[in-house]
């Protein structure tokens, strides 16, 4: 069992960087990929980052590549998101999850993870 909670959301302006955390508890963190995701209003739940286990490999969405910079320290059972030169069409909620996809091909899709908090909301104005 794994319980996730983020932090770090907020408004800001376009440009600016915001860095997400999420802290888990639970024995078995170091067990699980982490991935963070964001929800804006109307749309569906969207792939952001995903780092494996050991933090040696990271995966990203054609999006944030370049802008967002996924991280994690297993000894402090937190993941991290760094958000770049932020833009409007990042407004979303942004929720961390854990799980174990079954291949790299999925990393990305919700369904592989077992574990999700409860989001955090990033706000991002002109």
């Known amino acids: 069992q794994v319980q996730l909670v983020e932090s770090g959301g907020g408004l800001v302006q376009a440009g600016a960087s915001l860095r997400l955390s999420c802290a888990a508890s639970?024995?078995?963190?170091?067990?699980?990929?982490m991935g963070w995701f964001r929800q804006a209003p109307g749309k569906e739940r969207e792939f952001v980052a995903a780092?494996?286990?050991?933090?040696?490999?990271?995966y990203y969405a054609d999006s944030m590549k370049g802008r967002f910079t996924i991280s994690r320290d297993n000894a402090k059972k937190t993941v991290y998101l760094q958000m770049n030169s932020l833009k409007l069409e990042d407004t979303a909620a942004y929720y961390c999850?854990?799980?174990?996809?079954?291949?790299?091909?999925?990393?990305?899709?919700?369904?592989?993870?077992?574990?999700w908090g409860q989001g955090t909301q990033v706000t991002v104005s002109a």
């Open positions: 999850a854990a799980g174990i996809p079954r291949r790299t091909a999925v990393v990305g899709n919700p369904a592989e993870y077992v574990y």
């Open positions: 780092i494996t286990w050991s933090g040696g490999t990271t």
């Open positions: 639970g024995r078995t963190f170091s067990d699980y990929a």
